[in-house]
């Protein structure tokens, strides 16, 4: 009896675990698109483009969000650092005006040049993928006063 218990609770926790691990792809919305933000963590190197603000207010990095499709002002922000030195992060910030269509994936991409980021919005997943618009910005240390100028941004933005 004790060996079928531990049987039954593993096939669970097998299960359990399965499921967990799976990535489950969610349908678009009607009327909506997706955006997928970009991470790239490795060793030390930490490098983030996200959607910069959400419901008009500065936010975090999160993996994907949707949003009504449309016209868009949308304000992104990359952020290059080091997991051990916050010091020595670094930032860039665009301004993309774009119209993204109902029931579409989008993410964000970027390409380090020197001091400056090429920061692109991708249409597609996979091997079928269409740029929008490449936008370079120079990768600046964080300002002192930068809060205030993030919040009025994000008042224009349409997120």
Same mark, same amino acid.
């Given at each position: 009896m004790r060996n079928l218990n531990l049987m039954v609770l593993l096939v669970l926790l097998i299960s359990l675990v399965a499921c967990v691990s799976l990535p489950i792809k969610k349908d678009i919305r009607e009327? !909506? =698109?997706?955006? #997928?933000?970009?991470? =790239?963590?490795?060793? +030390? #190197?930490? %490098?983030y483009v996200y959607l910069m603000c959400n419901s008009k207010s500065p936010s975090q990095w999160v993996t994907a969000r949707q949003y009504e499709a449309g016209r !868009?002002?949308?304000?992104? #922000?990359? &952020? $290059?650092g080091s997991r051990d030195f916050s010091s020595a992060e670094r930032n860039a910030f665009v +301004? =993309?005006?774009? @119209? *993204?269509? &109902?029931? #579409? @994936?989008?993410? *964000?991409?970027? %390409? $380090?040049?020197? @001091?400056s980021i090429i920061i692109w919005i991708a249409e597609g997943n996979g091997s079928n993928i269409n740029i929008l618009e490449k936008l370079t910005s120079p990768l600046t240390r964080p300002l002192v006063i930068e809060e205030r100028l993030r919040k009025d941004q994000c008042l224009e933005g349409t997120i």
């Open positions: 009327g !909506h =698109f997706r955006l #997928k933000n970009f991470q =790239f963590e490795q060793g +030390k #190197k930490r %490098e !868009h002002i949308l304000w992104v #922000k990359a &952020s $290059i +301004k =993309f005006e774009v @119209d *993204l269509e &109902s029931g #579409k @994936d989008y993410q *964000l991409n970027r %390409e $380090i040049v020197g @001091d």
